[in-house]
């Protein structure tokens, strides 16, 4: 095993600290990344907080990671020495079931590994990219190309590929009328990724305090939802919802801004439960979904198109000794749009 830095959680309550955590060593279809750039995403506090249950301890979290590749196994053919790669959500699936086989790795039968917080399959616990280096099998390394910027391309490996796969599955593109409620992390992504597609795009916020960078971003209408009027000016004009918020909505409320055959796609993910009256689908042949991450060859067609389109994430660099001051701001949505860890510091 090697000893690396890293900045962890020594429970659900204390703030975080620098420390090390153990990699293994580098096998046969293994990568070492050096890892360069880690994103910060609202889901490495929930974590830690323990609002998705339990966790162990000390964890490092962070899986929006960037770095250049600093060892391969023998066997490994996809990457080599000094290119520029990422790591997602997932670092590992049972590679053989029929979810995996379609390319849907993130909802592998036997369950994904993710990159912290899960039990890999030689049993250790997965520790995340608040940290100096991974070792990761060759089929989760992602090509992150030359012409995004570095650190803007970390957040990709969430927040882009959590909007852009349901942007794709449910039809964005040139006269599709897409809804993003929330002008976040992954807002920010929907609204370029969903312009970019060729569709019309809405921003739904709760207050109008953005919408200067929303029009900046690409949105073409931008409406508070703290505003009882918007959702009667909406009414029935929208194809597609993007939901990103980690809080609970009026389901009801959003599904009657659908057209008919509308959906509202869930990727934000509240602790709470949220409810919903079926009037609301069945008025309008509306679905209610849900949509988590992509799978790894879904997640590199988004990193092309992101490429070939120029865009990349709105992006804050902090070094480490901010992990925590960065965390209150999330939560307070103190952050445009995205604080990225240059991981130089975390030995610093």
Known sequence: MRTVAAYRAQNSTDPLGPGTIERREVGPHDVRIEIRWSGICHSDIHTVRGDWGPQHYPLAVGHEIAGTVAEIGANVTKHRVGDRVGVGCMVNSCGKCENCAAGDEQFCAQGCVATYGSIDRDGSVTQGGYSSEIV?????????????????????????????????RWGAGPGKRVGVVGLGGLGHMAVKLAKAMGAEVT????????????????????????????????????????????????????????????ALVNVGAPPEPMSLRVGSLIGGRRS????????????????????????????????????????????????RYRFVIDASTLGA
């Open 136 to 168: 990761v099998d060759e089929n989760f390394v992602l090509r992150v190309p030359e012409s995004i910027p570095f650190e803007a391309a970390a957040p990709l490996l969430c927040a882009g590929i959590t909007t852009y796969s349901p942007l794709r």
């Open 203 to 262: 921003v739904l916020s709760q207050s109008l305090k953005k919408r200067e960078d929303g029009v900046r971003l690409g949105a073409d209408h931008y409406y508070a939802t703290s505003d009882p009027e918007t959702f009667k000016k909406l009414s029935k004009r929208l194809d597609l919802i993007i939901n990103t918020i980690s809080a609970p909505i009026d389901v009801d409320a959003y599904l009657r801004l659908l057209a008919v055959d509308g």
């Open 288 to 335: 209610f979904a849900g949509s988590q991450i992509g799978g790894i060859a879904e997640t590199q067609e988004m990193l092309d198109f992101c490429a070939e389109h120029g865009i990349a994430a709105d992006v804050e660099v902090i070094d480490a000794g901010r992990i925590n001051e960065a965390w209150d701001r999330v939560l307070a949505s103190d952050v």
